[in-house]
């Protein structure tokens, strides 16, 4: 299931230098599904999203904040945070419907109606409790993930792939049991320069935020490699019950904002990974969302192509590549790998 409607080809969060290339990912991601029919079948429908409540909004975020979202967008001037995210007018309602795309999937999926949801307009995962951040208004990963543990649900997974460290919503959830791991590029001034491998969660999440951080340059083999060793038996060990996955493209080589050397290979590979997870256990469901991606054509592109494979199509966009790292820069990451493995192997016993 897409959850899609033309209002969501004028929703971006981004300075008006990006705007375009934020909304034009949405509109080649839907042009190609309407063009695949044939291959999709019955596989895929696409709804229409809902505004998301203010009960929903508060699991994640302040009233104060949220306040201040609707006197800004009401302005419709300025920013909402220290220069990244413009207050745009209606913004407020833009950050609610896009919020809403990711929980009327949530709805369905607990009502046993999907298995598979989407939202391209979804993934906004810098948006901390109370501030916005990084082109991220509202946390839609956060607030589905709360009303899922909400709805009964025990063990939830955020497995969340784009370039750039989940922070918001690891701040949000930093003490609750909910699997949080995230792969993102890590270097001085790179943003926003958190997600090392010491920031483990805390409380009753101690152990639950689990991240990677990779150096410039990492490739497929790097992505590959951190699968194998942390993700995999991470989540054989946890056994989700429901997975949100952050469906981020930022780290495609070649993408103007970040410097990591993922190409077809990678998004294949963790999305057939999930495929097969499902497949073989009772799991309610996995939900995709958006996230980041500037070049419209490789991000559209790799969302088509991981959707497939959760739904298990047989398709294939282009030949898959393959990119190989130095190995001074492997090194880093298996030195990290070894680190973060024997840690969470003394908190979990794994």
Known sequence: MIVFKDDYLHIAFTPPSLFKVWTERVRLFIKKVNEHQEILKDKIAIIEPRLATLDELLLAHTME?????????????????YGDTPAYPNTFEKASLAVGGTLKLTDLLLSHNIKIGFNPQGGFHHAKRDRASGFCVFNDIAIAALKLRDSGIKRIAIIDIDAHHGDGTQEILYDQDILKISYHMYSLGFFPGSGYIDELGEGDGYGYSVNIPLPPESGDDIFKYVTDQIVKPLVEYYKPEAILFQMGVDGYQGDPLTYLRFTDFSYYYISKLLSEYMKRTDILGIIGVGGGGYNPINTSDMWFL???????????????????TDDKIFSIVRERTKITLKKLREIHNF
């Open 65 to 81: 904040y949220i306040n201040y979202v609707k006197k800004k967008s009401q302005s419709g001037f300025g920013y909402l945070d």
């Open 306 to 324: 991981m959707l497939n494979n959760l739904i298990e199509n047989k398709y294939k966009s282009r030949p898959l590549t393959y990119t190989t």
